[in-house]
């Protein structure tokens, strides 16, 4: 079993809040109870957010409301109709990025209130597994095979490396209460077929996947790390090359970045890719969500193309052609 107040140790002061997004479910109740064990049990801030979604959601407020009252911690609770609110202002957007949206907002304007840095999730090796193939499934970019870490931005997950099997048994050895969803168990719904259906089936071939999986996710955590330093490496002397010269005569050279098309051309296809993406990246608010891999070979084409002084526009990046340079 992990010791939580040594991943605590490593993250926060004594002093600072501990700010636990709790669903009431399994492991972030695991997660509540072994906090109150530790020394930071008095700077636990517990938040719940209602997305009205399931008729057991009022149950579980108002479960969480009489447990503060128990064992002593303070509690924050928000509710919010997110079926309404994407229905009338998010038609094209998906019911469940709403919700993620909106508890998130709910979560960062706690961290405001009391000064904090970082939220606390129940994530644990099950959900990494689990989000590996369902993103594997879904998506083209390693970014999201190797969405969950321990410490990500002001997220941390003390409980990746445990498997649910173990927190289940933990609470239930020692009677100690917390809810389920049952809509986890609708196999209707893509996810909860993956969970119950398909990745079961990989304990039949071999009973170490999870340890296999979670392996290969942190070694393309280190490819990704490489990556980015060499497509950093490359704008950044590409930037101060051609500053530096005399040669071109650019506008607005003192406000955009650039690279000569002759250097993008020799790196190799993998980095030119990556290239692309963390240009798209950088242009749509720190998101690729809407980068296909058809218009990264599109924008390659259009640096390849020997036509001069012209635009490409894919969502929010812009790229312009300038004599033998790429302005973006």
């Not at 906090?35 to 636990?44: F, S």
Request: with cysteine.
């Amino acid at each position: 079993m992990i010791n939580i107040e040594e991943i605590l140790d490593k993250h926060y002061n004594e002093d600072e809040k501990i700010i636990l997004a709790c669903s009431t479910w399994p492991d972030s109740m695991f997660l509540l109870y072994k906090i109150l064990e530790t020394k930071y049990k008095k700077n636990l801030v517990v938040c719940y957010f209602n997305h009205k979604l399931r008729k057991e959601a009022d149950d579980e407020e108002k479960w969480i409301e009489d447990l503060w009252k128990k064992l002593w911690f303070k509690v924050e609770i928000a509710d919010c109709e997110i079926k309404n609110i994407r229905d009338k202002f998010y038609p094209n957007k998906w019911l469940e990025e709403v919700a993620r949206d909106k508890r998130y907002a709910f979560l960062n304007a706690i961290l405001n209130i009391y000064d904090a840095n970082t939220i606390i999730t129940g994530h644990h090796l099950d959900d990494k597994i689990e989000t590996f193939f369902f993103n594997l499934v879904r998506w083209t970019k390693l970014t999201w095979l190797i969405n969950m870490k321990e410490k990500s931005w002001s997220i941390l997950r003390p409980l990746i490396e445990l498997e649910k099997n173990n927190i289940l048994n933990y609470l239930n050895e020692n009677w100690l209460e917390y809810k389920t969803d049952n809509s986890n168990y609708d196999t209707k719904l893509s996810r909860n077929k993956l969970r119950h259906d398909i990745i079961p089936q990989f304990e039949k071939i071999n009973s170490n996947y999870k340890s296999n999986i979670n392996n290969l996710s942190r070694y393309l955590e280190e490819v990704k790390i490489f990556i980015d330093l060499e497509v950093n490496k490359f704008l950044d002397e590409q930037w101060i090359l051609i500053f530096n010269s005399c040669k071109y005569k650019i506008n607005t050279l003192s406000i955009n970045w650039y690279f000569y098309i002759k250097d993008f051309t020799e790196l190799s296809s993998l980095i030119q890719k990556e290239v692309i993406r963390h240009i798209f990246y950088i242009s749509n608010w720190k998101s690729t969500i809407w980068l296909t891999e058809s218009n990264i070979i599109e924008v390659i084409r259009f640096i390849n193309w020997k036509n001069n002084k012209t635009i490409k526009e894919i969502k929010e990046m812009k790229m312009k052609k300038e004599n033998k340079i790429i302005i973006f």
